[in-house]
């Protein structure tokens, strides 16, 4: 179940960190919609090994092999995790989310996805 809230006082006034709100009212204006505007966003997260808080792939108190073979990697050597990515981009096609893409970052146990397009304000809700 994915709810979207926006968070007011008791009196209706959007609290101060409502930026949806604000948002909100920026892309109702005429002149606005009649662009169109179109976002695409990319949300980046690192995979932690649950029992030592230390990066997925990683070295136990070490660190990995330097940047480069981790971007966009394949193989059981490069891409740590991707059975929990794969099932976050199942969930969020189940749930209706505008998700586009997914690819391992420059680190072992760092992903991305790609929210996108969206068109105006939708882009941060999928987000």
């Given at each position: 179940?994915?709810?979207?809230?926006d968070?007011?006082t008791?009196?209706?006034?959007?609290?101060?960190t409502?930026n949806?709100?604000?948002?909100?009212?920026?892309?109702s204006?005429?002149?606005?919609v009649a662009?169109?505007?179109w976002?695409?966003?990319e949300?980046?997260?690192t995979?932690?090994q649950k029992d030592i808080?230390?990066?997925?792939?990683?070295?136990?108190?070490g660190?990995?092999?330097?940047q480069?073979?981790?971007?966009?990697?394949?193989?059981?050597?490069k891409a740590?995790?991707?059975d929990?990515?794969?099932a976050?981009?199942?969930?969020?096609?189940?749930?209706?989310i505008?998700?586009?893409?997914?690819n391992?970052?420059?680190m072992?146990?760092?992903?991305?996805f790609?929210?996108?397009?969206?068109?105006?304000?939708?882009a941060?809700?999928?987000v």
């Amino acid at each position: 179940m994915l709810v979207m809230c926006d968070s007011y006082t008791p009196q209706g006034a959007p609290i101060p960190t409502n930026n949806r709100h604000h948002a909100a009212k920026i892309f109702s204006q005429p002149d606005v919609v009649a662009e169109e505007p179109w976002y695409g966003i990319e949300q980046e997260y690192t995979l932690l090994q649950k029992d030592i808080k230390w990066p997925l792939g990683w070295p136990t108190g070490g660190y990995p092999a330097p940047q480069g073979p981790y971007y966009c990697g394949t193989g059981a050597d490069k891409a740590f995790g991707r059975d929990i990515v794969d099932a976050h981009y199942k969930a969020c096609l189940y749930a209706g989310i505008n998700i586009s893409g997914t690819n391992g970052e420059v680190m072992p146990g760092q992903w991305e996805f790609q929210v996108g397009p969206s068109v105006g304000i939708s882009a941060g809700d999928q987000v």
